[in-house]
């Protein structure tokens, strides 16, 4: 299948910046061999839609609620960020499980509402160090993946060791095959031939370096790209590695 390239843009930006950064983007990513995709934050979201005007490079953003609207100070729903000129979202990413406490359950709910809106979840999962020091790390992937995918679910599956991100550590390529042949079995078994269609792409200090390596292993189908997406030289160096 064609790789998906996303980039991560996390809590970083100005306007201006965003809008620049998009466009660098936007103006390197002719004849690339992977689908280009970027998150930047909620105010970025319109904005970079827009400069992008439904080209080569999609646009996503990094959460939603479960709730299509209602009484919830600060959030942001699904439908909003499809009428924004979002088509996908970032959902259950390790640092909103830790700071904000978010549960598998939880992250289902917002997969389903992401679903519903027309949006494609983009649902990570993976483990912290300790977890894989104690020999734990396939178990614990395989409880996400049962706990945060919705019956029905037709979205990609992105596996972030938590302890390789931003870190500038990665696993070996021996472990991340090993987690991504696991996520891919997982899937088979629950979605039957949709589930072996659906792109699992691999996080954690994922660079211009390392991504030709990475990006060539079985069941990695592409990338989501935390700091070196901030870069638009190094994103698209990444992008072109998947060929």
């Known amino acids: 299948m064609r790789p998906l390239i996303a980039g991560n843009w996390k809590m970083h930006g100005s306007m201006a910046e965003a809008e620049a950064l998009a466009g660098a983007v936007r103006d390197g990513a002719a004849g690339l061999p992977a689908d280009l995709l970027v998150c930047p934050a909620f105010l970025h979201v319109a904005a970079v839609a827009r400069l992008l005007g439904g080209g080569a490079v999609a646009v996503g953003a990094q959460d939603c609620h479960a709730a299509a609207k209602g009484a919830h100070t600060g959030d942001v729903s699904a439908p909003m960020l499809r009428d924004a000129g979002a088509t996908h979202v970032i959902l259950g990413h390790s640092e909103r499980r830790a700071d904000h406490g978010e549960t598998d359950a939880v992250v289902r709910a917002k997969a389903e509402a992401a679903a519903a809106a027309g949006l494609v979840p983009i649902v990570c999962v993976g483990e912290t160090e300790a977890e894989r020091l104690a020999g734990q790390a396939e178990a614990v992937v395989e409880r996400q993946l049962a706990g945060s995918l919705p019956e029905g679910f037709a979205g990609v599956v992105a596996y972030e060791p938590v302890w390789a991100i931003g870190t500038g550590r990665t696993p070996t390529e021996a472990d991340i095959g090993a987690i991504h ?14 589930g072996q269609g659906m792109r699992i792409l691999y996080g954690g200090s994922m660079k211009p370096g390392n991504a030709a390596a990475i990006l060539a292993l079985p069941n990695v189908d592409g990338g989501l790209v935390g700091g070196a997406s901030l870069v638009a030289a190094d994103f698209l160096a990444i992008a072109k590695a998947a060929g």
Do not use: N, S
């Open 181 to 194: 042949a696991v996520i891919r079995a997982r899937l088979a078994a629950r979605f039957g031939a949709a």
